[in-house]
């Protein structure tokens, strides 16, 4: 296990392969401010550059939040749009880093997932919730609108819910999370730890290259058209024969097909 930082750890095992990175602001509810923002962002290009690496979870620390959103004093002491410019910048920074890691990530969501908490969330590709997770994008009862990665959230839950979320700014549960289609997933809260450890092993069932260009093809599908969208997706199928690794998983592939089919079958009746 590795620890970095202060306020943002990260813990690797399996060689390297799987990551967590925890918000470590428990104090504060996880909440992210300036410096913690920074030091996210350089955890993630870090990690981006790990060829080894297959997987990241995303979380933080402790049993009451993931993420309780960006710090609140620091954006009561903007005064100016210079400066509230520059401060969402560094939200959309961390959201952007999620994104662009070119493998898996997964959302653990322990508690409060607020403002651009959630952002984070949705910026992950998949999200497995406590069932003591609450959730909310306050921001409008604050003087300022929900932005940056919150244009993700049509996409997660339609323009209906999106408009219900960002325009009441009220708090909602983790099953109605579930059903509107944010969380992917929702389990007690003494199952959490399991359910993420189940989806990090299914994603290592996955040929490494194969899951990094399905990845990519994914992101790219947000911004392209059909037709462009094919394309690509015709592009990324020819560059996974680049290497071997689609011929060794067809021959595992076959070889498992062979080992079922010689196992001695179960006999019926008594």
Do not use: Y
Not at 25 to 33: G, T, Y
Not at 83 to 91: P, T
């Amino acid at each position: 296990m590795q620890r970095q930082q202060i306020d943002v750890r990260v813990e690797q095992r399996s060689e390297g392969v799987v990551a967590t990175v925890v918000i470590d602001n428990p104090a504060r509810l996880n909440s992210m401010n300036s410096p913690l923002m920074a030091q996210f962002v350089a955890a993630l290009l870090k990690l981006a550059q790990e060829e080894h690496l297959r997987v990241v979870v995303i979380t933080g620390a402790g049993d009451r939040a993931f993420i309780g959103g960006a710090d609140i004093k620091e954006m009561a002491a903007l005064r100016d749009p210079a400066a509230a410019r520059d401060f969402i910048s560094r939200v959309h920074a961390c959201c952007h880093a999620v994104r662009a890691i070119p493998v898996p990530t997964i959302a653990r969501i322990g508690g409060f997932t607020f403002g651009a908490g959630l952002e984070l969330a949705a910026a992950c590709d998949l999200r497995v919730g406590s069932d003591r997770a609450v959730f909310g994008m306050p921001e409008v009862k604050l003087g300022i609108p929900s932005v940056v990665e919150a244009a993700l959230l049509p996409m997660l839950v339609g323009w209906g819910r999106t408009r219900q979320m960002l325009l009441l700014g009220e708090n909602f549960s983790a099953q109605t999370a579930l059903e509107w289609g944010l969380l992917d997933r929702l389990v007690a809260h003494d199952q959490l730890d399991d359910a993420v450890a189940q989806w990090v092993a299914q994603v290592l069932t996955g040929a490494p290259r194969a899951v990094r260009l399905q990845k990519q093809l994914i992101r790219a599908w947000e911004d392209l058209p059909l037709r462009a969208a094919v394309a690509a997706g015709i592009d990324s199928f020819a560059a996974a024969f680049e290497t071997a690794e689609p011929e060794q998983a067809f021959a595992h592939f076959r070889a498992e097909q062979a080992r079922r089919k010689a196992a001695p079958q179960p006999k019926d009746g008594p």
